[in-house]
């Protein structure tokens, strides 16, 4: 009798706990860069994600809450956080199309996150849907393409820019080093050497250096960064063309 009482009293308390944790409100909210999805994705998106409500709040993952996103080509949840003891907050934002990568059949166009948006089996580099100017190139392997749009990250918050200042990025192997390069539409290429350590730290330094330099210099040249010898961190070079 002992075992049983015991054994209702925990499956009182589980429905108990599932009762008062459970969904009632979903706040959803928007970064939206160009506003044109304002009206059917996002009230498609959010029409969805209602249907978390009365779901056991303690048992919300990532699935439920991506998966309420249908129009993947367009949008993407940028975070979400669970409320205790009743809220879901979503943040979804448009996706922007950044990058372009060259493949056998044609060209793959990626969002700032390094994510697929479209594929175009085009002879030439497709433009950007949102102001028909190209978007960056990447020149790397198809698993690196997530991780330079990482490093592109940087760049931009660095620079201040990213599609406005760059043509491409790529990254090559020299014997037993990777180097990164980034090329300026200016003229001016920044070379990262063993990029897959410090680079925020790096590109830095890249901006440090490109921000000393006049406009003559600008307009070619190259920065070169690496790391320091005496293990002091990064150290970034300019080489005048």
């Known amino acids: 009798m002992a075992v049983g009482l015991a054994i209702i009293f925990c ?38 994600l209602n249907k978390l409500k009365g779901s056991g709040l303690l048992f919300i993952d990532d699935e ?10 367009v949008l993407a949840v940028e975070s979400y956080e669970k409320k205790f003891p009743c809220t879901v907050n979503v943040v979804i934002r448009e996706r922007v ?24 089996d085009t002879a030439e580099a497709p433009v950007n849907t949102l102001d028909g ?18 490093v592109c990250r940087y760049f931009k918050e660095n620079f201040g820019a990213l599609r406005r200042l760059v043509v491409g990025v790529s990254v090559k192997k020299y014997l037993e080093l990777e180097i990164l390069t980034i090329t300026l539409r200016s003229g001016v290429t920044i070379s990262v050497s063993e990029w897959h350590t410090a680079v925020q730290q790096k590109i830095k330094k890249a901006y440090e250096t490109y921000s000393s330099l006049n406009d003559y210099q600008r307009a070619g ?8 010898s005496d293990g002091s961190g990064a150290v970034a070079k300019y080489k005048p063309a």
Do not use: H, W
Request: proline share 2%.
């Open 64 to 73: 439920d809450v991506y998966g309420k996103v249908l129009a993947t080509e």
């Open 11 to 48: 499956i009182a308390i589980v429905i108990g706990t599932g009762i008062i944790l459970s969904v009632r409100n979903v706040n959803v909210s928007y970064i939206d860069y160009s506003g044109k999805y304002t009206e059917v994705e996002y009230a498609a998106a959010r029409e969805n």
């Open 221 to 228: 040249g190259t920065i070169t960064v690496i790391d320091g």
């Open 97 to 120: 199309e950044c990058f372009t990568f060259k493949t056998e059949s044609g060209y793959t166009v990626y969002d700032d996150y390094g994510k697929e948006i479209r594929t175009v």
């Open 133 to 150: 100017c190209p978007n960056v190139v990447l020149d790397c392997l198809p698993e690196q393409v997530e991780e330079l749009a990482t």
